[in-house]
């Protein structure tokens, strides 16, 4: 068990560009999400996916925001023409099936210049 | 919709001694799980301890515990004997209504101080 992990550590862009985060979760886990976190509050759901398929995106992922997990491995979540408001922590997480504990990464820290 | 409520947004406990952290949610759902999670400082999040709703013997895990009381939809968090370890931001998170997403409460920031 080598831990959800996630890539990069750390993300500095300007605003409008584009950008990707790779989340590869525990090999033998079924389910991954995606949340967002800013400063001094909770994480947010974003979206989640049972092996490939995405079963469920929050209100909060506009059409700028596409996640991916192709072949139900590692999954890419892509910001389009980033804003100010972007700017938080991307946080992944994997278990082994519905109901079971979510095992956090370290999670993407995005910063809009 | 789902919510949830951490009421203390600060606590401080003495090392050794027992600090309750309290947390209460709404939802219509009979049948979910209720998760606490630790984040300390830069760190990632991590579990702490798990409640299935349908069981009425509240959940341990070492030093943590749990007072599930589904009715008043309260799930409080105690940690006995205290340590510098565990200073940390806690969440309290519900999750399976319906769909396997967590609703995370805003945090409760646990200091612990020798």
């Known amino acids: 068990d080598t831990g959800v992990s996630q890539d990069p550590r750390h993300k500095i862009t300007k605003r409008g560009q584009n950008v990707t985060f790779r989340c590869d979760p525990i090999s033998e886990h079924n389910r991954l999400y995606w949340y967002r976190q800013t ?5 947010e759901f974003l979206t989640y ?27 890419t979540l892509e910001i389009q023409r980033t804003e100010q408001g ?3 922590m ?6 082994l099936t519905g109901g079971e504990a979510q095992h956090f990464g370290d999670g993407t820290r995005l910063s809009i210049l | 919709a789902q919510t949830v409520t951490q009421s203390q947004p600060e606590m401080s406990v003495q090392e050794a ?3 309750t952290l309290s947390c209460t949610y ?12 630790k984040q300390p400082p830069s760190r990632q999040m991590i579990l702490v301890i798990r409640q299935e709703a349908y ?15 589904k009715a008043a939809k309260s799930f409080s968090l105690k940690i006995s004997d205290s340590q510098l370890g565990d200073t940390a931001m806690y969440f309290c998170a519900p999750g399976g209504f319906n769909t396997d997403k967590l609703i995370f409460g805003t945090g409760t920031r646990l200091q612990v101080f020798p």
């Open chain 2, 17 to 19: 001694e027992t600090v």
């Open chain 2, 26 to 37: 709404d939802t219509s759902e009979s049948n979910y799980y209720l998760f606490w999670y």
């Open chain 1, 90 to 95: 991307y946080l992944c997480a994997s278990s």
């Open chain 2, 55 to 69: 069981k009425q013997q509240n959940a341990t895990e070492n030093r943590f515990s749990v007072n599930f009381q």
């Open chain 1, 39 to 43: 400063l001094g509050q909770g994480p």
């Open chain 1, 86 to 88: 972007d700017s938080a």
């Open chain 1, 49 to 75: 996916f049972q092996n490939e398929a995405q079963l469920e995106k929050s209100r909060l992922l506009s059409d700028r925001f596409s996640a991916e997990r192709p072949k139900g491995s590692f999954s």
